[in-house]
């Protein structure tokens, strides 16, 4: 999403990370914000391919097309970077547990912004502070927004319904780490295929919990159909939000996230295969 950050490192390829992710996926996932900017700023993939894992190639089309990035995310406010905005966005977007670390590395860099009257420099070099400030978190930070940098960067066209699907994959590689699960078990979650298995329950709420529909360890259905307006096709909007209204107590009858999060999923899927989307 806490945009300024993310779109840094979505755009340098990047819905994920704290993981490293392929090649291919940083292709499918980087064209939804590149197309905009690259073109802007006349940078190539060598130039700007590799900034999420440290690559700040020093050069002036490179600077501004970290600026262009920062622009598009709304944390520039008078042609400067705002620190303000970006802690409120740190604040809405980030996940509890990565807001203190990613808050840590910019109120550590804020600074560096006002000694670069030129916003390319400033951004430029504010982004690379974070970095060598944090790597780990800039790294992680990517890929937990993208599906919210893609509906910003692509404004009330929201995303195509391919366009979300290769957006989650990039959360997938991340949930199925942190959870132990193989791709026999939750790669066919799109399908109907629901494993009651405590592991595939949990990789569920992991997905949930990343594209920012949990809140204080629940299910939010407020959030959920923000989270339907700003990411889906139009045309899946209407479909989705009816199948989820029929779902939505279901999470009421489990107190663990994992398991409400899970039921919640399969009674979406059972009530509407076709528009369902999943990691």
Same mark, same amino acid.
């Given at each position: 999403?806490?945009?300024?950050?993310?779109?840094?490192?979505?755009? @340098?390829?990047?819905?994920?990370?704290? =993981?490293?992710?392929?090649?291919?996926?940083?292709?499918?996932?980087?064209?939804? /914000?590149?197309? !905009?900017?690259?073109?802007? !700023?006349?940078?190539?993939?060598?130039?700007?391919?590799d900034?999420?894992?440290?690559?700040?190639?020093?050069?002036?089309?490179?600077?501004?097309?970290?600026?262009?990035?920062?622009?598009m995310?709304?944390?520039?406010?008078? &042609?400067?970077?705002?620190?303000?905005?970006?802690?409120?966005?740190?604040?809405?977007?980030?996940?509890?547990?990565?807001?203190?670390?990613?808050?840590?590395?910019?109120?550590?860099?804020?600074?560096?912004?006002?000694?670069?009257?030129?916003?390319?420099?400033? @951004?430029?070099?504010?982004?690379?502070?974070?970095?060598?400030?944090? %790597?780990? &978190? =800039?790294?992680?930070s990517?890929?937990?927004?993208?599906?919210?940098?893609? %509906?910003?960067?692509?404004? @009330?066209?929201?995303?195509?319904?391919q366009?979300?699907?290769?957006s989650?994959? /990039?959360?997938?590689k991340?949930?199925?780490s942190?959870?132990?699960?193989?791709?026999?078990?939750?790669?066919?979650i799109?399908?109907g295929?629901?494993?009651?298995q405590?592991?595939?329950?949990?990789?569920?709420?992991?997905?949930?919990? /990343?594209?920012?529909?949990?809140?204080?360890?629940?299910? &939010?259905?407020?959030?959920?159909?923000?989270?339907?307006?700003?990411?889906?096709?139009?045309?899946l909007r209407?479909?989705?939000?009816?199948?989820?209204?029929?779902?939505?107590d279901v %999470?009421?009858?489990?107190?663990?996230?994992?398991? %409400?999060?899970?039921?919640?999923?399969?009674?979406?899927?059972d009530?509407?295969?076709?528009?369902?989307?999943?990691?």
């Amino acid at each position: 999403m806490s945009h300024w950050l993310i779109a840094l490192l979505l755009v @340098s390829g990047s819905f994920n990370s704290i =993981f490293c992710v392929t090649r291919q996926q940083l292709k499918n996932t980087g064209k939804l /914000m590149k197309k !905009n900017c690259m073109p802007k !700023n006349d940078v190539t993939e060598e130039q700007v391919g590799d900034i999420e894992k440290g690559k700040f190639i020093e050069e002036r089309n490179v600077m501004c097309y970290v600026a262009c990035v920062y622009t598009m995310t709304g944390v520039v406010k008078n &042609n400067r970077l705002n620190n303000e905005a970006v802690t409120k966005q740190v604040d809405i977007l980030f996940p509890p547990e990565m807001r203190d670390a990613v808050k840590a590395a910019a109120d550590h860099c804020k600074d560096i912004g006002k000694k670069n009257k030129d916003l390319c420099e400033a @951004s430029y070099y504010t982004a690379k502070c974070m970095y060598e400030y944090d %790597a780990e &978190n =800039f790294t992680m930070s990517r890929i937990v927004f993208l599906l919210i940098f893609a %509906a910003i960067l692509y404004g @009330s066209n929201a995303l195509t319904k391919q366009q979300l699907k290769n957006s989650l994959k /990039m959360i997938k590689k991340q949930c199925m780490s942190k959870n132990d699960v193989t791709d026999d078990l939750v790669g066919d979650i799109d399908k109907g295929k629901f494993i009651e298995q405590k592991p595939v329950m949990c990789y569920i709420a992991c997905i949930y919990q /990343m594209t920012q529909v949990i809140k204080n360890n629940k299910l &939010n259905y407020e959030s959920t159909l923000k989270q339907i307006d700003l990411m889906y096709p139009p045309e899946l909007r209407g479909p989705v939000k009816e199948a989820l209204e029929k779902c939505k107590d279901v %999470a009421t009858k489990y107190k663990d996230v994992c398991e %409400a999060s899970f039921w919640t999923a399969k009674c979406v899927y059972d009530t509407d295969p076709k528009n369902f989307i999943f990691a």
